[in-house]
């Protein structure tokens, strides 16, 4: 099958509201993590995000020896106390710098210590990221570290060599406060036979992030002595200590999006944001000090947030972000409801993220009709004065594609026009299911959410076609030949025939199916192969000509458009069910080919079929679908002819999505390689 299209087409949306439950920080899943693989013993971590960024710590402590599995609803990870287990490894760290920094302290440290080389390494953009202050730091203490490259970036070697603690350890502060922590996470592991003091060079940025890995070393054992934020020291004798079990709390910077969200579109209820709150130790929980200034009615819970609509539209603000300068892209993307110009400043560190957040906030807020004013350290937003459909770059960033998804919310700034995402599958970095989390949370007018259909005769390759595209496009799927399927199975074995359509009609109403992971479910039951067989089939075409059944199923089809969009595949999606789909597929392929594909599924499941007589059925199927009184199967007056006898599933894809493209306000082919 193609690869999925690299694309998420979000439509307006009007109002926000409901519940949702955060993902684990990411920042303090990889602490904890490492922290587990250092010590000794066993950690079980419950609430654990699943993400990109865990995921390649994951690896890498496997890798080095550790111990993973699941146990119950926690991890249990079974550390290395402080020794190592593997001598000489290569790690792969994606573009996790939370993965990349403490590990190349640690394993610096312990292989000048113990002995030993290892590789560390990530993707292209991880590679452009400064790590040359730690490197710097680590130098002096004897760990021998080869830049393979570019000096001061990885991918890194890290080999032996003797070790030399006395004097105190040196690190920038104003570049990233990851290389602190990176040093506060290592240090411990060669502090038993004396202290060990870092003093910082320059005001330290993103302190916040320092109070997580003091609070988290706290919890495993080491207690590290500060005065203020320019100097630290790791008594002697320090030494990791299992928790036994530690929970993750809710990332305080994914909540930021779903605090904007209410506070730009929950007008009608609360938007009810659970994992994190007035308890959270993380810094990015002082978001909500911005929204509030910026508008935002919020209620602190110990373990909630719940948002409403206060000010309206929202206040442009001046801001020092130093304390949120991962959140702080959120109010960016806020400025755009807002009355005047919004000012970010002190954010020096969005340059060497991800990507340039500076420079990419900029250029995608604009294609909106903002106007927006970058400097070195700051960034300044004034709304757009007319909104313009846009499809916004994420650069590999998956805040860029989060913050982007805010300005779906334009009807309620004057606009009316959709977002394209580039990329939305950047966000498995830190938030696997961040769409579905926010379409969970929102709504659009049912008219403004996109509708494609595929309608055509019995086998013509309509429901493969479907599926395809609905996973090219992020959307749903509807199987609506499934629900007439579905219905004649359930007609069948409770042995009621045909011609008693009100008895049909009664369990159309009632049926209780649903789609799930392409499978298709009856009362829990999964049909999807029941639902091929050809006794099931005809009689399908047979109840499908009956109004009161057709009817009983209509609400139900209906039901299907929903947030971010729908494909809806069948014999009369684009004529009666969806007449206003955007756009509108009409299969044209002959009986001939139809009954060798049908034939082909049959032999491959091991039923046997006859082709002839498979043909003679589909133009017996076609006569009565074409001669129906209701909803005759025919194309829709504006419907798009595909004559698929020939073609490839994957070609016909990519026939659809051009013509999808076409009837899009992003330009033609605007995609990720634009």
């Given at each position: 099958?193609?690869?999925?299209?690299?694309?998420?087409?979000?439509?307006?949306?009007?109002?926000?509201?409901?519940?949702?439950?955060?993902?684990?920080?990411?920042?303090?899943?990889?602490?904890?993590?490492?922290?587990?693989?250092?010590?000794?013993?066993?950690?079980?971590?419950?609430?654990?995000?699943?993400?990109?960024?865990?995921?390649?710590?994951?690896?890498?402590?496997?890798?080095?020896?550790?111990?993973?599995?699941?146990?119950?609803?926690?991890?249990?990870?079974?550390?290395?106390?402080?020794?190592?287990?593997?001598?000489?490894?290569?790690?792969?760290?994606?573009?996790?710098?939370?993965?990349?920094?403490?590990?190349?302290?640690?394993?610096?440290?312990?292989?000048?210590?113990?002995?030993?080389?290892?590789?560390?390494?990530?993707?292209?953009?991880?590679?452009?990221?400064?790590?040359?202050?730690?490197?710097?730091?680590?130098?002096?203490?004897?760990?021998?570290?080869?830049?393979?490259?570019?000096?001061?970036?990885?991918?890194?070697?890290?080999?032996?060599?003797?070790?030399?603690?006395?004097?105190?350890?040196?690190?920038?502060?104003?570049?990233?406060?990851?290389?602190?922590?990176?040093?506060?996470?290592?240090?411990?592991?060669?502090?038993?036979?004396?202290?060990?003091?870092?003093?910082?060079?320059?005001?330290?940025?993103?302190?916040?992030?320092?109070?997580?890995?003091?609070?988290?070393?706290?919890?495993?054992?080491?207690?590290?002595?500060?005065?203020?934020?320019?100097?630290?020291?790791?008594?002697?004798?320090?030494?990791?200590?299992?928790?036994?079990?530690?929970?993750?709390?809710?990332?305080?910077?994914?909540?930021?999006?779903?605090?904007?969200?209410?506070?730009?579109?929950?007008?009608?209820?609360?938007?009810?944001?659970?994992?994190?709150?007035?308890?959270?130790?993380?810094?990015?929980?002082?978001?909500?000090?911005?929204?509030?200034?910026?508008?935002?009615?919020?209620?602190?819970?110990?373990?909630?947030?719940?948002?409403?609509?206060?000010?309206?539209?929202?206040?442009?603000?001046?801001?020092?972000?130093?304390?949120?300068?991962?959140?702080?892209?959120?109010?960016?993307?806020?400025?755009?409801?807002?009355?005047?110009?919004?000012?970010?400043?002190?954010?020096?560190?969005?340059?060497?993220?991800?990507?340039?957040?500076?420079?990419?906030?900029?250029?995608?807020?604009?294609?909106?009709?903002?106007?927006?004013?970058?400097?070195?350290?700051?960034?300044?937003?004034?709304?757009?004065?007319?909104?313009?459909?846009?499809?916004?770059?994420?650069?590999?960033?998956?805040?860029?594609?989060?913050?982007?998804?805010?300005?779906?919310?334009?009807?309620?700034?004057?606009?009316?026009?959709?977002?394209?995402?580039?990329?939305?599958?950047?966000?498995?970095?830190?938030?696997?299911?961040?769409?579905?989390?926010?379409?969970?949370?929102?709504?659009?007018?049912i008219g403004r959410v996109p509708v494609l259909t595929v309608d055509g005769p019995t086998a013509s390759g309509k429901g493969t076609l479907g599926s395809a595209l609905a996973e090219r496009l992020g959307y749903h799927h509807l199987d609506s030949g499934a629900l007439y399927r579905a219905t004649a199975l359930a007609a069948l074995r409770q042995g009621v025939p045909a011609s008693d359509e009100a008895a049909v009609a009664a369990i159309a109403r009632t049926l209780p199916l649903r789609f799930e992971n392409q499978q298709a479910l009856l009362a829990g039951e999964d049909v999807s192969d029941e639902l091929r067989h050809e006794a099931v089939g005809s009689l399908a075409s047979q109840i499908a000509a009956l109004p009161a059944v057709r009817q009983a199923l209509v609400e139900l089809q209906l039901a299907f458009r929903r947030l971010p969009g729908l494909v809806a595949d069948g014999r009369d999606m684009g004529t009666v069910i969806f007449p206003d789909a955007a756009l509108k597929v009409f299969l044209t392929a002959n009986s001939e080919q139809r009954a060798s594909r049908r034939h082909k599924q049959l032999?491959?499941?091991?039923?046997?079929?006859?082709?002839?007589?498979?043909?003679?059925?589909?133009?017996?199927?076609?006569?009565?679908?074409?001669?129906?009184?209701?909803?005759?199967?025919?194309?829709?007056?504006?419907?798009?002819?595909?004559?698929?006898?020939?073609?490839?599933?994957?070609?016909?894809?990519?026939?659809?999505?051009?013509?999808?493209?076409?009837?899009?306000?992003?330009?033609?082919?605007?995609?990720?390689?634009?």
């Amino acid at each position: 099958m193609a690869t999925p299209r690299a694309f998420l087409d979000i439509p307006p949306l009007q109002a926000a509201g409901g519940t949702v439950r955060l993902p684990g920080s990411k920042s303090i899943s990889n602490r904890v993590l490492l922290l587990a693989g250092l010590c000794a013993g066993r950690t079980r971590v419950f609430d654990l995000l699943d993400s990109d960024d865990t995921g390649v710590m994951l690896d890498a402590l496997r890798t080095l020896g550790c111990g993973i599995e699941a146990d119950g609803d926690a991890l249990a990870v079974t550390g290395l106390g402080g020794r190592l287990a593997v001598r000489k490894a290569r790690l792969f760290l994606g573009n996790a710098g939370t993965a990349m920094r403490p590990l190349a302290a640690a394993l610096a440290l312990l292989a000048a210590d113990q002995g030993g080389c290892f590789e560390l390494s990530g993707v292209p953009r991880m590679h452009e990221r400064p790590i040359g202050d730690l490197v710097d730091a680590l130098r002096p203490l004897g760990c021998t570290i080869t830049c393979l490259a570019n000096e001061g970036y990885p991918p890194l070697r890290l080999e032996s060599g003797t070790l030399t603690l006395d004097a105190p350890i040196r690190v920038r502060g104003d570049v990233s406060s990851q290389f602190l922590t990176a040093l506060l996470m290592a240090l411990p592991l060669v502090a038993t036979r004396q202290s060990i003091t870092i003093e910082v060079d320059g005001e330290l940025i993103s302190k916040p992030y320092i109070e997580i890995t003091l609070a988290l070393l706290a919890r495993f054992g080491i207690t590290v002595q500060r005065e203020g934020w320019q100097r630290f020291v790791i008594p002697q004798g320090s030494a990791y200590v299992s928790p036994g079990e530690i929970a993750v709390e809710g990332d305080a910077s994914s909540a930021s999006y779903f605090i904007a969200a209410g506070a730009i579109a929950a007008a009608d209820g609360p938007l009810r944001i659970e994992g994190v709150g007035s308890a959270s130790i993380q810094g990015d929980i002082r978001f909500v000090e911005a929204a509030r200034a910026m508008g935002a009615d919020i209620t602190e819970e110990a373990n909630a947030l719940v948002v409403r609509r206060g000010a309206w539209p929202l206040t442009a603000i001046t801001l020092d972000c130093n304390h949120i300068p991962d959140a702080a892209m959120t109010l960016a993307a806020m400025a755009l409801y807002a009355t005047g110009t919004t000012r970010l400043t002190n954010i020096a560190s969005w340059r060497v993220k991800e990507t340039d957040r500076i420079a990419a906030m900029a250029i995608e807020l604009r294609k909106f009709g903002a106007t927006v004013l970058e400097g070195a350290d700051f960034i300044e937003v004034t709304p757009p004065a007319r909104w313009q459909a846009a499809a916004i770059h994420t650069y590999d960033d998956h805040r860029m594609a989060m913050c982007a998804s805010l300005a779906a919310f334009n009807p309620l700034a004057g606009g009316d026009v959709p977002v394209r995402i580039l990329d939305p599958r950047c966000v498995n970095k830190t938030y696997p299911a961040y769409f579905d989390a926010l379409f969970g949370v929102t709504r659009a007018r049912i008219g403004r959410v996109p509708v494609l259909t595929v309608d055509g005769p019995t086998a013509s390759g309509k429901g493969t076609l479907g599926s395809a595209l609905a996973e090219r496009l992020g959307y749903h799927h509807l199987d609506s030949g499934a629900l007439y399927r579905a219905t004649a199975l359930a007609a069948l074995r409770q042995g009621v025939p045909a011609s008693d359509e009100a008895a049909v009609a009664a369990i159309a109403r009632t049926l209780p199916l649903r789609f799930e992971n392409q499978q298709a479910l009856l009362a829990g039951e999964d049909v999807s192969d029941e639902l091929r067989h050809e006794a099931v089939g005809s009689l399908a075409s047979q109840i499908a000509a009956l109004p009161a059944v057709r009817q009983a199923l209509v609400e139900l089809q209906l039901a299907f458009r929903r947030l971010p969009g729908l494909v809806a595949d069948g014999r009369d999606m684009g004529t009666v069910i969806f007449p206003d789909a955007a756009l509108k597929v009409f299969l044209t392929a002959n009986s001939e080919q139809r009954a060798s594909r049908r034939h082909k599924q049959l032999i491959s499941k091991g039923i046997s079929a006859n082709i002839e007589s498979l043909r003679a059925d589909l133009e017996a199927r076609d006569a009565r679908d074409q001669h129906r009184s209701v909803a005759p199967l025919k194309p829709a007056q504006d419907a798009r002819l595909l004559d698929n006898s020939v073609l490839s599933v994957e070609t016909s894809v990519d026939q659809v999505l051009d013509w999808w493209d076409a009837v899009q306000p992003f330009g033609s082919r605007a995609t990720h390689e634009d």
